[in-house]
């Protein structure tokens, strides 16, 4: 699968941004989705994932109750609707689909199969 991230902008602290992840292929719905950031001179962490026919979703502690990790199946797409942002959360985001869990943590990105190219969200103090 390929998978092409949009919503890139530069937002002022408080404001809100949506990312999207478009997916190509027909099995959309057989993939746990999930997104990840890197801040320049950090390792990429994970922020949020949504797992596949439960479409149960879990979150980093550093983006709870501010982020909201959702899908359209129909559209072949993931969101991340990020609200009340932080200059904190400044980094490169990229989204991530599991075609088969491995038994690792999805928190970890060796869980994950295909990845996106980044998108560059930066928010200002």
């Known amino acids: 699968v390929q998978l092409q991230a949009s919503g890139a902008g530069v937002v002022q602290a408080g404001g809100s941004l949506r990312l999207s992840c478009a997916a190509s292929?027909?099995?959309?719905?057989?993939?746990?989705m999930g997104w990840f950031r890197q801040a320049p001179g950090k390792e990429r962490e994970f922020v949020a994932v949504?797992?596949?026919?439960?479409?149960?979703?879990y979150y980093a502690d550093s983006v709870k109750d501010r982020f909201t990790i959702s899908r359209d199946n129909g559209k072949n797409t993931v969101f991340l609707q990020m609200n009340g942002l932080k200059p904190e959360d400044t980094a490169v985001y990229y989204c991530?689909?599991?075609?088969?869990?491995?038994?690792?943590?999805?928190?970890?990105?060796?869980?994950?199969?295909?990845w996106g190219r980044g998108t560059q969200v930066t928010v200002s103090s």
């Open positions: 292929g027909r099995t959309f719905s057989t993939y746990t």
């Open positions: 991530a689909a599991d075609a088969v869990w491995s038994g690792r943590s999805y928190y970890t990105e060796y869980e994950w199969d295909y």
């Open positions: 949504i797992v596949k026919s439960v479409d149960r979703s």
